[in-house]
């Protein structure tokens, strides 16, 4: 099974600030490997997907880089809408399984 | 416009069964694959189940096999999870969750729903 570990658990930020939030796989997933954004109270929103691209109407300021195991979400210069908790996500393995990470939460500094 | 609406959320006791259902409207629904993905009260994501887009596969994991069953009705747009042996660590709300296509490279969930509460206590 295919563990994902995202670092770190909590980050706290100036607004106008970047933030970058790490993934990390227990074995490759080649570039399978998609993020998530969560507010309190809502449904989980993609962001990221195949690593880097970035989903419809995700603004610009969200980035996803890294191959294999080694993933890494930045947000370039944080609004107050970004405050959220984010999930890595991976699925390449067949037989299918999908796997989160335990999650980022990104704070006001 | 995609909507997953998702309901049969409740309180139900400890070994008790309880059905989730998600009905699915603004998309082709006999053509993508379903998930089911659930949060505990506070706590993060956790991958439930899958189905494909003709009902003829399907996905559990460990923690749930032998007690969820995932099924679908192409006739009627919507998904389902029959839960059974229901235990306090099943309390938690259930999203369901499109799949973005066919091809591994797309196996990420595109659409969610906004999820149903499952409360197991007695």
């Known amino acids: 099974e295919i563990v994902m570990t995202q670092s770190p658990a909590t980050l706290s930020v100036s607004p106008g600030e970047r933030a970058t939030l790490s993934c990390r796989a227990s074995?490759?997933?080649?570039?399978?490997l998609a993020w998530y954004q969560q507010k309190p109270g809502q449904a989980p929103r993609l962001l990221i997907y195949?690593?880097?691209t970035r989903a419809t109407g995700i603004p610009a300021r969200f980035s996803g880089s890294g191959s294999g195991t080694e993933f890494t979400l930045t947000i370039s210069s944080l609004q107050s809408e970004d405050f959220a908790v984010y999930y890595c996500q991976q699925y390449n393995n067949w037989p299918p399984t999908w796997t989160f990470g335990q999650g980022t939460k990104v704070e006001i500094k | 416009e995609v909507q997953l609406v998702e309901s049969g959320g409740g309180l139900v006791q400890p070994g008790g069964s309880l059905r989730l259902s998600c009905a699915a409207s603004?998309?082709?629904?006999?053509?993508?694959?379903m998930h089911w993905v659930r949060q505990a009260p506070g706590k993060g994501l956790e991958y439930v189940s899958a189905?494909?887009?003709?009902?003829?596969?399907?996905y559990y994991a460990n923690s749930v096999k032998g007690r969820f069953t995932i099924s679908r009705d192409n006739s009627k747009n919507t998904l389902y999870l029959q839960m059974g042996s229901l235990r306090a660590e099943d309390m938690a709300v259930y999203y369901c969750?499109?799949?973005?296509?066919?091809?591994?490279?797309?196996?990420?969930?595109?659409?969610w729903g906004q999820g149903t509460l499952v409360t197991v206590s007695s």
């Open positions: 603004g998309f082709t629904f006999s053509s993508y694959a």
């Open positions: 074995q490759s997933v080649s570039s399978n």
């Open positions: 189905i494909s887009s003709n009902g003829g596969s399907t």
């Open positions: 969750a499109r799949q973005s296509g066919t091809w591994i490279q797309e196996y990420y969930f595109d659409y």
């Open positions: 195949g690593a880097s």
